[in-house]
């Protein structure tokens, strides 16, 4: 408890209360351009660090050919991957860093509006990735990209949106980490929603506020609800109908390999509480993609490690070496 307090504490305050209050009303903010609406981009030292060759050396004094990109999730930012305060483990290290030092990665960290649609992230995404490109002092030879919750759908939306619009970074993906993204939804939002709905349909006006007021939430949480990745899956319907599943297949990037990886709130990998609450946001068949038989390999549970911890534990990154590892052999 001592360390989870200590964790907390190490984080910017401000930063921490602006990224949430994005995760929550992040598309009104943008809507109405409110100057708190984050802009999606490389962050250091919690500054947006524009592209240009010039300011690649900012984010990093010796770039090499091979970037690992790593996307937060919902109401969070890229302080959310530093790893508490340990014995031997300094308080700005993460799977970034250690990337870099274990294998010579260029670590780059994405900050962004999680109050948007997953679809608008997720074209933003390939954007700024196709930008990269273009001003990195080097060319790029390989992609690694660690998306923690929202962060890995919001990679996956890029990757589709980037085949439409023919942009060729995708194509130097080599392997990508879901730290429990909801491919098939949240039973969080699940809930909210079947709520509100529940309370709009009593005929009372306190209930109808209650029910206005759940509503008020996000775009991005409400594509939580059943994994929405592109446009399609939400416009045009109503964002507030009671469990409405407009989802479209999109398939995983081709030549890439995908990685699932599953919290759960008991150390029991057997215990009932993993099946019904998964990481306690993300449910297990959710965060694997519904077992799906290509992936079986490629799915790890790890017992006892939460939703969040997801974004900053040494187990998880060890799993991460290990798969690095079996491909450089």
């Not at 001592?2 to 984080?11: A, D, V």
């Not at 949430?20 to 009104?28: D, H, K, M, Q, S």
Request: aromatic content about 10%; hydrophobic content about 35%.
């Amino acid at each position: 408890m001592e360390e989870k307090l200590q964790y907390w504490k190490n984080l910017s305050l401000g930063n921490l209360c602006l990224s949430f209050l994005n995760g929550a009303i992040g598309n009104f903010l943008k809507e109405t351009k409110n100057e708190l609406a984050i802009e999606m981009g490389f962050y250091l030292n919690n500054k947006l660090i524009p592209l240009s060759k010039k300011n690649i050396l900012k984010l990093t004094p010796e770039p090499t050919s091979k970037i690992c990109v790593l996307l937060h999730g919902l109401v969070c930012n890229e302080e959310l991957w530093n790893f508490p305060t340990e014995p031997n483990v300094t308080y700005n290290e993460n799977y970034g860093t250690l990337l870099q030092k274990d294998y010579g990665y260029t670590p780059l960290f994405v900050r962004y509006n999680t109050g948007l649609h997953v679809s608008e992230n997720g074209r933003t995404f390939s954007e700024l990735m196709h930008n990269l490109e273009s001003v990195y002092p080097k060319c790029i030879e390989e992609i690694v990209i660690i998306g923690h919750s929202m962060g890995g759908m919001v990679a996956k939306s890029g990757f589709h949106y980037a085949e439409l619009t023919n942009c060729f970074w995708q194509k130097k993906v080599s392997n990508v980490f879901y730290l429990g993204s909801p491919h098939m939804g949240s039973y969080v939002e699940k809930t909210a929603n079947i709520t509100s709905s529940i309370l709009s349909g009593i005929k009372n006006p306190i209930t109808k506020i209650i029910s206005d007021i759940i509503n008020i939430r996000s775009d991005g949480i409400k594509d939580m609800r059943f994994g929405n990745l592109i446009d399609e899956d939400w416009m045009g319907y109503d964002s507030n109908a009671f469990m409405e599943n407009n989802r479209n297949y999109v398939t995983l990037l081709k030549n890439a390999k995908h990685y699932m990886f599953i919290g759960t709130v008991s150390n029991d990998p057997e215990h009932i509480a993993n099946k019904v609450f998964g990481d306690f946001t993300v449910r297990m068949n959710s965060a694997s993609q519904g077992y799906h038989k290509s992936l079986k390999d490629h799915v790890k549970i790890f017992p006892g490690i939460k939703h969040l911890a997801l974004s900053h534990n040494p187990e998880v990154y060890n799993e991460i070496k290990k798969i690095l590892n079996r491909r450089t052999k």
